[in-house]
């Protein structure tokens, strides 16, 4: 995969290059951010596991550089370098895998125990996408572009963050309690149990404004990762996803 990865992108910039060493002025770079709203959905085959449902969503920081190679007037190539947050939230009862608290539980013990507890997953990716791009213009100086595409992720960090006071339960109804309430304010490295790499699709609308120099660009947009991201089936089995709206400069060179 990363050798593919590459040579694509290998190809993609050698032909902006190629094109800007001929004084067209088809190629433009510039700088984006803004807010991502992650969400972990429950994955394929996830089934009765009940530690995949009850997530929400949850704010992070998204911001990269682009590139974009108009073929035509039209019809470009858009490529991408972001730092991406993913992840999600869950406030109050949820289920917790029971070997967190113990690699030997008793006989009869319960796979999943539950607690009302608020937690935040942040997971934090480098994501490539490479999006084709349809520019059509709406009056003077502004236009409208969707892009769509593949994206590639690369896992830099990954921690859960655990606050709250409840007692732990060996039933979801909560009619068995197996020890007393607790407190917990804890912030745990998770990524030895996520997966380093994902893959999913990427796209999005706005509007092009131009400016002095090259273009403000607003988009809004959305990732969608089709790789559930736990090592472990115990953990859950979810896919990354998350809605996000960006403010950007382009450059035309």
């Known amino acids: 995969m990363k050798k593919t990865i590459y040579r694509v992108v290998v190809v993609i910039v050698a032909a902006m290059v190629t094109q800007v060493s001929f004084g067209q002025k088809n190629f433009s770079l510039g700088v984006k951010g803004g807010i991502d709203i992650p969400d972990l959905t429950a994955g394929k085959g996830a089934g009765s596991n009940p530690v995949s449902e009850g997530w929400s969503s949850r704010l992070g920081p998204y911001f990269g550089a682009v590139g974009i190679y108009n073929i035509t007037h039209k019809f470009g190539i858009q490529v991408e370098l972001n730092y991406s947050s993913q992840g999600g939230k869950k406030d109050g009862k949820q289920a917790i895998p029971t070997a967190d608290f113990t690699s030997n539980p008793p006989e009869g013990t319960p796979q999943y125990v539950y607690a009302n507890l608020n937690s935040e997953t942040k997971l934090n990716y480098i994501e490539l996408p490479i999006m084709a791009r349809l520019a059509l213009p709406i009056g003077a100086g502004f236009h409208f572009f969707v892009h769509a595409g593949p994206y590639f992720g690369y896992l830099v960090s990954a921690k859960t963050v655990v606050k709250g006071a409840s007692a732990i339960y060996a039933d979801e109804a909560e009619t068995m309690q197996l020890a007393p309430q607790f407190s917990i304010d804890q912030t ?52 990354t996803g998350a809605a996000n709206v960006t403010l950007g400069y382009l450059f035309t060179l």
Request: proline share 4%; glycine share 18%.
């Open 188 to 239: 745990q490295d998770v990524k030895d149990d996520i997966k380093k790499f994902n893959m999913g699709v990427q796209g999005g609308i706005g509007l092009l404004a131009k400016a002095p120099l090259g273009s403000i660009m607003l988009t809004v947009g959305g990732n969608y990762g089709f790789i559930p991201i736990q090592k472990d089936k115990a953990n859950g089995q979810n896919n």
